[in-house]
Protein backbone atom coordinates (compact mmCIF):
# COMPACT_ATOMS: atom_id res chain seq x y z
CA UNK A 1 0.00 0.00 0.00
CA UNK A 2 1.04 3.55 -1.00
CA UNK A 3 -0.78 6.35 1.18
CA UNK A 4 -0.29 10.00 -0.69
CA UNK A 5 -1.18 13.28 0.40
CA UNK A 6 -1.01 16.71 -1.83
CA UNK A 7 -0.94 20.28 -0.22
CA UNK A 8 0.16 23.57 -1.63
CA UNK A 9 -3.34 24.03 -3.72
CA UNK A 10 -5.25 27.55 -3.18
CA UNK A 11 -6.48 30.49 -4.41
CA UNK A 12 -4.17 32.45 -6.89
CA UNK A 13 -4.63 35.09 -9.56
CA UNK A 14 -4.01 34.36 -13.51
CA UNK A 15 0.13 34.51 -14.05
CA UNK A 16 0.67 33.07 -10.56
CA UNK A 17 2.47 30.37 -9.69
CA UNK A 18 1.98 27.75 -7.11
CA UNK A 19 3.78 24.38 -6.48
CA UNK A 20 1.50 21.25 -5.15
CA UNK A 21 3.71 18.74 -2.87
CA UNK A 22 2.48 14.94 -2.53
CA UNK A 23 4.02 13.11 0.27
CA UNK A 24 4.01 9.48 -0.14
CA UNK A 25 4.30 6.87 2.84
CA UNK A 26 4.11 3.32 2.66
CA UNK A 27 6.04 0.49 -0.12
CA UNK A 28 8.83 1.87 -1.58
CA UNK A 29 8.05 5.31 -3.37
CA UNK A 30 11.14 5.64 -5.86
CA UNK A 31 10.54 2.35 -7.77
CA UNK A 32 7.61 3.46 -9.44
CA UNK A 33 6.30 6.24 -11.43
CA UNK A 34 4.38 9.00 -10.22
CA UNK A 35 1.66 11.24 -11.86
CA UNK A 36 -0.13 14.35 -11.55
CA UNK A 37 -4.10 14.80 -12.56
CA UNK A 38 -6.73 17.22 -12.42
CA UNK A 39 -10.54 17.32 -12.95
CA UNK A 40 -11.93 20.11 -13.50
CA UNK A 41 -15.76 21.04 -12.60
CA UNK A 42 -18.23 19.17 -14.35
CA UNK A 43 -15.25 17.20 -16.62
CA UNK A 44 -13.35 14.19 -16.42
CA UNK A 45 -9.86 13.50 -14.80
CA UNK A 46 -7.21 14.75 -16.94
CA UNK A 47 -3.55 13.66 -17.43
CA UNK A 48 -1.40 16.56 -16.18
CA UNK A 49 2.28 15.16 -15.50
CA UNK A 50 4.35 12.55 -14.92
CA UNK A 51 8.01 10.96 -14.21
CA UNK A 52 9.89 8.09 -13.67
CA UNK A 53 11.21 6.57 -10.45
CA UNK A 54 14.80 7.79 -11.19
CA UNK A 55 13.58 11.66 -12.47
CA UNK A 56 15.78 11.05 -15.38
CA UNK A 57 11.69 10.97 -17.83
CA UNK A 58 9.29 13.32 -17.54
CA UNK A 59 6.04 13.80 -19.13
CA UNK A 60 3.47 16.49 -19.70
CA UNK A 61 0.17 17.48 -21.39
CA UNK A 62 0.62 19.61 -24.54
CA UNK A 63 -1.59 22.31 -22.12
CA UNK A 64 0.95 22.64 -19.61
CA UNK A 65 3.88 21.93 -21.55
CA UNK A 66 6.37 24.93 -20.75
CA UNK A 67 4.68 26.03 -17.45
CA UNK A 68 4.26 22.80 -15.66
CA UNK A 69 7.05 21.02 -13.95
CA UNK A 70 7.40 17.62 -12.28
CA UNK A 71 10.38 16.86 -10.24
CA UNK A 72 10.60 13.99 -7.28
CA UNK A 73 13.02 14.20 -4.27
CA UNK A 74 13.17 10.15 -3.26
CA UNK A 75 15.15 10.20 -0.16
CA UNK A 76 12.02 12.72 1.37
CA UNK A 77 9.49 10.21 -0.71
CA UNK A 78 7.85 13.80 -2.38
CA UNK A 79 7.10 14.76 -5.71
CA UNK A 80 6.09 18.27 -6.45
CA UNK A 81 4.37 20.27 -9.73
CA UNK A 82 5.83 23.61 -10.07
CA UNK A 83 2.85 25.69 -11.84
CA UNK A 84 3.58 28.95 -13.50
CA UNK A 85 1.90 31.32 -15.76
CA UNK A 86 -1.59 29.37 -14.32
CA UNK A 87 -4.50 30.36 -16.56
CA UNK A 88 -8.49 30.18 -15.75
CA UNK A 89 -8.66 27.14 -17.27
CA UNK A 90 -6.02 25.14 -14.88
CA UNK A 91 -8.60 25.35 -12.19
CA UNK A 92 -9.34 21.85 -11.28
CA UNK A 93 -9.06 19.66 -8.21
CA UNK A 94 -5.33 18.32 -8.41
CA UNK A 95 -4.62 14.27 -7.80
CA UNK A 96 -1.04 12.77 -7.09
CA UNK A 97 -0.74 9.08 -8.57
CA UNK A 98 1.08 6.25 -8.01
CA UNK A 99 2.02 3.06 -9.65
CA UNK A 100 4.69 0.86 -11.20
CA UNK A 101 7.80 1.95 -13.21
CA UNK A 102 7.33 1.88 -17.05
CA UNK A 103 6.16 4.17 -19.37
CA UNK A 104 3.21 2.20 -20.96
CA UNK A 105 0.04 3.90 -19.95
CA UNK A 106 1.25 6.58 -18.06
CA UNK A 107 -1.84 9.32 -19.85
CA UNK A 108 -4.29 7.02 -18.54
CA UNK A 109 -5.61 7.48 -14.51
CA UNK A 110 -6.78 3.61 -14.80
CA UNK A 111 -3.14 2.58 -15.33
CA UNK A 112 -2.32 4.14 -11.50
CA UNK A 113 -3.10 2.17 -8.52
CA UNK A 114 -3.25 4.66 -5.54
CA UNK A 115 -4.31 8.06 -5.82
CA UNK A 116 -4.51 11.04 -3.02
CA UNK A 117 -7.69 13.07 -2.17
CA UNK A 118 -6.69 16.00 -4.29
CA UNK A 119 -6.29 19.61 -3.04
CA UNK A 120 -7.82 22.64 -5.05
CA UNK A 121 -6.48 24.72 -7.54
CA UNK A 122 -8.31 27.77 -8.51
CA UNK A 123 -7.23 30.63 -10.92
CA UNK A 124 -9.20 33.99 -10.90
CA UNK A 125 -9.20 36.17 -13.98
Known amino acids: QVQLVESGGGLVQAGGSLRLSCAASGRTFSSGTMGWFRQPPGKERQFVAAISWSGGSTYSADSVTGRFTISRDNPKNTVYLQMNSLKPEDTAVYYC??????????????????WGQGTQVTVSS
Open 97 to 114: AARGSGSSGIYHPTSYDY
